[in-house]
Nanobody, 114 residues
Framework: QEHLVESGGGLVQAGGSLRLSCAAS????????RGWYRQAPGKQRELVAT??????NYADSVKGRFSISRDNGANTVYLQMNNLKPEDTAVYYC?????????WGQGTQVTVSS
C-alpha cells in the first residue's frame, strides 16, 4: 500500500529554520507532481511549493525563503524553510500526484512563535 510520511515539523522561533521530509513507500507510479501544501486553523489548504521534471513552483508568500528538493534515490521530497514567520504556522502536507489520484501524507505541525 502506498504511503507518504512527513517528518521534521516542530516549534521554532521567528527567523528560524526547519526542514520537512516526505518519504514515499509502496508503489506510487508515474508521479508527475510532488509538492507541499499547508493548512492553518480556520483557513483553506493552500499550495506551498511543487517540484516536477520541469522545475519548481512556489507560493508568493514563501518565495525566497522556502526551497523544495527531491532525493530520487531515497524517494524523498524535502522542504527547507528559512526565515520562518508566525504566519507560516500550519499543518504541512506532502502530496504526490499521478493521472489517477492524489496521494496525501498525514501532515506535520509547524509552529512559529513570535
Amino acid at each position: 500500500q502506498e504511503h507518504l510520511v512527513e517528518s521534521g515539523g516542530g516549534l521554532v522561533q521567528a527567523g528560524g529554520s526547519l526542514r520537512l521530509s516526505c518519504a514515499a513507500s509502496g508503489n506510487i507510479f508515474s508521479v508527475y507532481v510532488r509538492g507541499w501544501y499547508r493548512q492553518a486553523p480556520g483557513k483553506q489548504r493552500e499550495l506551498v511549493a511543487t517540484i516536477t521534471p520541469g522545475g519548481t513552483n512556489y507560493a508568493d508568500s514563501v518565495k525566497g525563503r522556502f526551497s523544495i528538493s527531491r532525493d530520487n534515490g531515497a524517494n524523498t521530497v524535502y522542504l527547507q524553510m528559512n526565515n520562518l514567520k508566525p504566519e507560516d504556522t500550519a499543518v504541512y502536507y506532502c502530496v504526490h500526484k499521478n493521472r489517477l489520484r492524489d496521494y496525501w501524507g498525514q501532515g506535520t505541525q509547524v509552529t512559529v512563535s513570535s
